[in-house]
């Protein structure tokens, strides 16, 4: 169990380890989604049919028939991938054209949860194999969570533990209400009531909240969804713009942050943009910092290190005390700072 208030950071080099996409693979993606081309105007030769599905039905809702704006938006998306940054960056350029935004987001539904489906955690039939993919961080988590808690100290298990995910995905909620119920061998029901007392921030929203966490429009981890439903899902996720707009999420975001007694990064990227959200106006407690620089740079890594101090600034007095930042993946971190995290 954790024993001093921590706050983990997920970018989307964590949720690679159960093989969902990074950067530039989500951007191929995407763009192979919403390149929506015909042959002769009819037949579909390209782009996701689910998606032309869900076009019709959005214009016959707006009382139009003609997909082809649409279609032209997502082709504009697909052919300036290779030069963005990220989804992200490209829909806050554009954040002023509806058009564009929605198939972004179609395309980022999409994608997401058909990566659910093929990730190493998908429950098949609703049982996890946690044998087979051990080494995660999320497993490793789990471990660290578990240790020395007895079956009366359940209710607690989250006190300290909160998350911030720049991910679409629901990973940390799935992997962790399914790792209670085997480990602790409690049912389903009580493993998801458990998980709901965990703190998760979702500043680019999700791609649905899973069926147990009620409100919302809902899916299944790894559920094949229809068209019709994919503009619902869609509509939660959130553009740069449209997170700093959700005032209330991002004052309790940095609250967290503020109380933290260490923060943890993982599979996180350090974008500025991302960096600047978690930037807090105030503070009253020193923090340890220990996070993942994956395939960085050694000049990236002393960029990152200011950031992080940027964040946790306040009136020139500097938060943060013990920094540790790991060339490797993130269950590597897990592991190799295990004493020094709980």
Not at 119 to 148: D, Q, R, Y
Request: hydrophobic share 40%.
């Amino acid at each position: 169990m954790f024993t001093r208030r921590t706050v983990f950071v997920v970018g989307a080099g964590a949720s690679k380890e159960v093989n969902l996409p990074v950067g530039d693979e989500l951007k191929t993606s995407i763009a192979n989604k919403v390149n929506i081309r015909f042959d002769d105007g009819y037949s579909q030769n390209s782009g996701d049919k689910r998606i032309t599905e869900a076009l019709r039905g959005i214009v016959k809702e707006r009382g139009e028939r003609d997909i082809n704006p649409l279609c032209q938006a997502g082709r504009i998306i697909a052919s300036a991938m290779p030069q963005a940054i990220s989804i992200d960056n490209f829909l806050h350029t554009h954040a002023n054209d509806a058009d564009i935004v929605l198939m972004g987001k179609l395309g980022i539904a999409a994608s997401i949860l058909e990566a659910e489906r093929g990730s190493k955690i998908c429950a098949k039939e609703g049982v996890m194999n946690f044998g087979a993919h051990p080494n995660i961080w999320h497993n490793t988590f789990c471990k660290m969570l578990a240790e020395n808690v007895q079956l009366g100290d359940l209710e607690t298990i989250f006190d300290n533990v909160s998350f911030i995910t720049f991910n679409y995905d629901r990973c940390i909620e799935h992997f962790v209400s399914h790792w209670l119920e085997n480990y602790f061998r409690i049912t389903a029901d009580h493993a998801q009531n458990l998980t709901k007392k965990l703190k998760v921030f979702h500043p680019y929203g999700q791609v649905g909240r899973l069926p147990w966490q009620g409100g919302g429009n809902s899916v299944g981890y790894g559920t094949e969804i229809s068209s019709r439903t994919l503009p619902q899902i869609a509509s939660q996720i959130r553009t740069f713009t449209e997170r700093v707009e959700d005032d209330a999420m991002l004052d309790e975001m940095r609250e967290y942050i503020a109380d933290a007694e260490q923060i943890i990064y993982l599979g996180f990227s350090y974008g500025q943009m991302n960096m600047e959200l978690l930037t807090i106006p105030t503070c009253s407690v020193y923090k340890s910092v220990f996070g993942t620089v994956f395939l960085m740079s050694a000049p990236n890594v002393t960029a990152v290190q200011n950031r992080v101090r940027i964040s946790l600034t306040t009136n020139t007095q500097i938060w943060v005390g013990r920094q540790e930042y790991l060339g490797a993946e993130a269950n590597k971190l897990l592991n190799d700072y295990w004493y020094h995290l709980v």
